[in-house]
């Protein structure tokens, strides 16, 4: 577990990194959440730092992470999120598999979802893991992986 003196360090060495990069940001420290540590930003213009779908965040989330390791010796993983882009981005990913999973047992034919990043993929296949009348993989090679969603036989 991670003290209160190393969480503000945590927010004093993420608010360094995003203004040596010329970001003006808010950042926002919660607790542990299932051994991730959730790291909030609020900002004006976002789109730099999110990128296409989400890419150049998660570029930017390992890059933090492995600097905050670095720095306090203590391995843990982080959730980067800025503005609530993710929290959305989930949220509307859990929407989109109910809806697939439900047309997909409607009409019995398989769908194929755009490609997406494995933290995306993930999002789907817990949405979908306790359904009974469909199922879900994971299939070509990055950064090309999709997923199918299937009828159960």
Same mark, same amino acid.
Do not use: C
């Given at each position: 577990?991670?003290?209160?003196?190393?969480?503000?360090? +945590?927010?004093?060495?993420?608010?360094?990194?995003?203004?040596?990069?010329?970001? #003006?940001?808010?950042?926002? +420290?919660?607790?542990?959440?299932e051994?991730?540590?959730?790291?909030?930003?609020?900002?004006?213009?976002?789109?730099?730092?999110?990128?296409?779908?989400?890419?150049?965040?998660? #570029?930017? /989330?390992?890059?933090?992470?492995? +600097?905050?390791?670095?720095?306090l010796?203590?391995?843990?993983?982080i959730?980067?999120?800025?503005?609530d882009?993710?929290?959305?981005?989930? /949220?509307?990913?859990?929407?989109?598999?109910?809806?697939?999973?439900?047309?997909?047992?409607?009409?019995?034919?398989?769908?194929?979802?755009?490609?997406?990043?494995?933290?995306e993929?993930?999002?789907?296949?817990?949405?979908?893991?306790?359904?009974?009348?469909?199922?879900?993989?994971? +299939?070509? /090679?990055?950064?090309?992986?999709?997923?199918?969603?299937?009828?159960?036989?």
């Amino acid at each position: 577990m991670i003290s209160r003196a190393e969480l503000k360090r +945590i927010e004093k060495i993420t608010k360094e990194f995003f203004t040596k990069m010329g970001f #003006e940001v808010e950042v926002e +420290i919660k607790s542990f959440e299932e051994k991730t540590l959730p790291i909030n930003l609020k900002m004006e213009d976002p789109k730099i730092l999110i990128g296409e779908g989400g890419k150049t965040l998660s #570029e930017i /989330q390992h890059l933090l992470k492995v +600097i905050l390791i670095k720095k306090l010796k203590s391995p843990f993983f982080i959730n980067l999120d800025i503005n609530d882009y993710k929290k959305k981005k989930y /949220q509307y990913l859990r929407e989109l598999a109910r809806s697939v999973a439900d047309e997909v047992a409607l009409t019995k034919k398989e769908k194929i979802l755009s490609p997406m990043l494995p933290s995306e993929r993930r999002i789907i296949h817990l949405e979908l893991a306790e359904r009974q009348d469909v199922t879900s993989e994971s +299939i070509d /090679q990055e950064p090309e992986r999709k997923i199918v969603i299937r009828p159960y036989p």
